[in-house]
């Protein structure tokens, strides 16, 4: 029943550390992204997926690495964890570009990240 | 830069009253504007988006969209305490014609309801 999933809903590691946070979508859409929510709220895009491809990359640091193994399914890798990295990651689906509609977003749950 | 801007808030609103929320945006040539509202630690939800000028209403929820002034709002009506939240803004920005479109988020409006 649920369309957009993330696991886990909580991470809790140790700096330094690797990890990885996996999102499913059963809407059917062809686009997925990976938002970072910080303490203060903002909600900032990170990375962005049409069919596979990325289409969106915003200055992220090089230790986080998406990965598309299909349209349904967008991971994020993050190594080397650092303290400024404890935020909330959400992810996100819509049906894809062109049309106005296209951006119409739909979030996941949100995984809470916290690096000690 | 491409901006989204709102104010913080609180907005503090009776219960019955109506909720007024603005947002503004820096690029002429956006096209799609969304309104999402986020619970406490909860993920946003998308509840209202307008492409026209004009108005557009949904129950209590009116968006209005003045492209000419770059400025969006919300209006709640009869605001109930479980309309107390987070609400984003939401304007599409064209990246290039390869990317397409990126969503950016404003900072959202703190409502609160009091009964």
């Known amino acids: 029943d649920t369309a957009v999933s993330q696991t886990p809903k909580y991470l809790v590691t140790q700096m330094g550390n690797d990890k990885s946070i996996k999102c499913e979508q059963n809407l059917g859409h062809d686009t997925m992204y990976w938002y970072k929510q910080d303490s203060k709220k903002f909600l900032k895009i990170m990375f962005s997926?049409?069919?596979?491809?990325?289409?969106i990359n915003e200055t992220v640091p090089n230790r986080f690495s998406p990965k598309s193994p299909d349209k349904a399914h967008l991971n994020l890798h993050i190594n080397s964890l650092e303290l400024g990295d404890s935020a909330v990651y959400f992810c996100a689906s819509s049906q894809g570009r062109g049309r106005l509609s296209s951006y119409e977003q739909y979030f996941g749950p949100g995984t809470r990240l916290t690096v000690t | 830069q491409k901006e989204v801007e709102q104010n913080s808030g609180p907005l503090s609103v009776p219960e019955g009253a109506i909720a007024s929320l603005n947002c503004t945006y820096s690029d002429r040539g956006s096209q799609s504007f969304f309104w999402y509202r986020q619970y406490s630690g909860k993920s946003p939800e998308l509840i209202m988006f307008?492409?026209?000028?004009g108005d557009k209403e949904d129950g209590r929820f009116t968006a209005q969209l003045n492209k000419a002034s770059q400025y969006v709002s919300l209006l709640i009506r009869d605001s109930q305490p479980s309309d107390s939240a987070t609400y984003l803004c939401a304007v599409t920005f064209l990246i290039d014609k390869a990317a397409g479109n990126k969503l950016t988020f404003g900072g959202g409006t703190r409502v609160l309801v009091k009964p």
């Open positions: 307008i492409y026209s000028n």
């Open positions: 997926y049409n069919n596979k491809e990325l289409i």
